[in-house]
């Protein structure tokens, strides 16, 4: 059965304190105001995820996510968290292939499948990022970029491997720049990527993936992306900062 996730990126913000009191007023919220059919996920900051996850823990709708994993096991890799240490502190999803990783810090098609293989290896479910670049999308080889970056990270994957991924759609064009794209837009391109994923694995796999939109979501424009046939849900980054903005997305479904 494909899931309706959505799942806060919550980048390099908040302090300590900031992130249990965030964590608290999203865990009150949606225990109050949200039904049992949406999973809700939050990705706090590395240092925070024991803490945060506590109260995750709490709340049967809502996981714990990291922002990112190392494709290593262990050993010297400084600075580097592997996804043993993610799974030992509780995490549940590991999002892969951010934009951002993949511009600043140079993370290639091969460096991600190894983080998607880390990952599921630990039982965990990575949420997998795609998108181009405004100049793809002009150009009109939007489709292109993206199947081949699915292609390039995840057509190696096993079907059972693949069972646990989970996508996200975020155009970079359209994230924390308040541009969003146009549900169509969303649609016709999560219908892509569908199609796509039922040409590397089977059929059923890909029906029952959950495809995220992401990109400058919130509360006015969630309902109608969230309307979409292929649409499952949204990776919010600065919506996901506010705990009411966050709760009325997840209550858009
Ligand atoms: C993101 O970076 O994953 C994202 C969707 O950011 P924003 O919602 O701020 O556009």
């Not at 309706?4 to 992130?19: L, P, S």
């Not at 949200?34 to 706090?44: S, Y």
């Not at 995840?154 to 064009?173: G, H, M, Q, R, T």
Request: with cysteine.
């Amino acid at each position: 059965m494909r899931k309706r996730i959505v799942a806060g990126n919550w980048k390099m913000n908040k302090t300590y304190e900031e992130a249990l009191s965030l964590v608290s007023e999203i865990d009150n919220m949606v225990k109050d105001e949200v039904n049992g059919e949406v999973t809700v996920i939050v990705a706090p900051p590395f240092p925070f995820l024991q803490s945060v996850g506590k109260l995750t823990q709490g709340n049967d709708l809502m996981y714990l996510a990291a922002q990112n994993v190392s494709e290593h096991e262990s050993g010297a890799y400084t600075g580097e968290v592997s996804a043993s240490m993610l799974k030992s502190v509780g995490v549940q999803y590991v999002i892969i292939g951010h934009s951002e990783r993949r511009m600043y810090h140079h993370e290639d098609a091969q460096t991600l499948y190894k983080k998607l293989k880390a990952a599921i290896a630990q039982g965990m479910t990575p949420i997998f990022c795609c998108g181009e670049p405004l100049e793809e999308r002009d150009a009109d080889r939007h489709f292109d970029y993206v199947g081949k970056q699915l292609h390039d990270s995840l057509s190696y994957l096993s079907n059972e491997e693949f069972d646990k991924v989970v996508v996200a759609y975020e155009p970079i064009w359209a994230i924390g720049t308040g541009r969003t794209a146009s549900s169509q837009q969303a649609q016709e391109m999560h219908a892509y990527i569908r199609e796509q994923l039922s040409r590397m694995f089977d059929a059923e796999a890909a029906f029952n993936c959950s495809i995220l939109y992401g990109g400058s979501c919130n509360p006015g424009n969630a309902r109608e992306l969230f309307s979409q046939p292929d649409v499952d849900g949204g990776l919010i980054g600065g919506a996901s900062l506010k705990s009411r903005d966050f709760t009325d997305i997840i209550k858009s479904f």
